[in-house]
Every structure is written in structure tokens, then in C-alpha cells.
């Protein structure tokens, strides 16, 4: 197996390479096509990487990583099946297509929030709302009895 390169995107400005020592695959019976084979042949592909311990990823890029794929993880480990084709190697290399776009997207750092100022309409309506609200404060005071 050979190591993983990703390519450079906005949260990995130089690419990414995961060393092929920090990916485990393991290997199984598919279900779906493939006639009587598939009960022989260990097609469907399961690529596990530990996200915690890699040595891929710098501190921030692990807790960004960690944070964005939380409901993918067990543990700190990422793990993604591949069963759509009939062929190990395909699957292989869709488990690791797979776990390079969703790496790149994760580490993507998130858009600073642009602050708007309100508008003129709702500034009245605020406004508005509260000359009503004192309007129904006021009218509950005693009368003047002049």
C-alpha cells in the first residue's frame, strides 16, 4: 500500500500526505453483484485511520478534523467501507478517494462571520414595539382626578 497524498485546498495549503503505515484495511465478503464470486472473493474494503495518533496532521488541523467528523468516529478513528464495486483494488481505491475528500473538507477552517447592521425597517418596527409596549404601561397608572 502506498501512502495517501491530498491535494492542497484551503485548509492544507501544501497537500497532505498520510504516511501508508497509519491506514488499516481490512478486507471482506460483499453482498450485492457479483454472481456466485462474491462468496469467495473478499471484495468489500474497510480503511480505518486513527485521526488522534496520525502524524499527517499538525495540532489544529487534528482538532479541526476531530470536531468535523465527530458523528463519523469511533474513538478517533475514522473508518469508511467500500463495497460499490466488484473488484478489491476498486474498492480500495474508492475507500481512499473517499477518505481524502473527506479529510480536505473538514480541514477546510470556517468563514469568518461578517457582522451586518439592521435595518432601517426592522429599527422601526423595534422601536415601534416599544412605544406600544410603554403605551400599555402607562395606561395602566391611576387617572389624574383633576
Known amino acids: 500500500m502506498r501512502d495517501l497524498q ?5 485548509g492544507t495549503p501544501n497537500g497532505l500526505v498520510v504516511p501508508a503505515g497509519e491506514l488499516v484495511e481490512q478486507f471482506s465478503h460483499a453482498s ?4 456466485q464470486g462474491v462468496n469467495t472473493t473478499d471484495s468489500r474494503v ?3 485511520f486513527d485521526i488522534g495518533t496520525t502524524t499527517a496532521l499538525d495540532e489544529t488541523q487534528r482538532q479541526r478534523a476531530l470536531q468535523e467528523l465527530r458523528t463519523r468516529l469511533s ?4 473508518v469508511i467501507n467500500a ?3 466488484r473488484s478489491q483494488r476498486r474498492n ?3 475507500a481512499r478517494e473517499r477518505l481524502s475528500t473527506l ?3 473538514a480541514l477546510v477552517p470556517p468563514r469568518p462571520r461578517k457582522r451586518t447592521k439592521p435595518t432601517r425597517g426592522s429599527k422601526r418596527r423595534r422601536l415601534k414595539a416599544k412605544r406600544i409596549r410603554s403605551e400599555v404601561k402607562q395606561n395602566r397608572k391611576r387617572p389624574n382626578a383633576d
Open 6 to 10: 491530498i491535494p492542497a485546498g484551503p
Open 32 to 35: 450485492g453483484p457479483g454472481g
Open 46 to 48: 474497510q480503511l480505518r
Open 75 to 78: 474513538g478517533t478513528v475514522l
Open 83 to 85: 463495497a460499490e464495486h
Open 92 to 94: 480500495r481505491t474508492a
Open 103 to 105: 479529510l480536505r473538507d
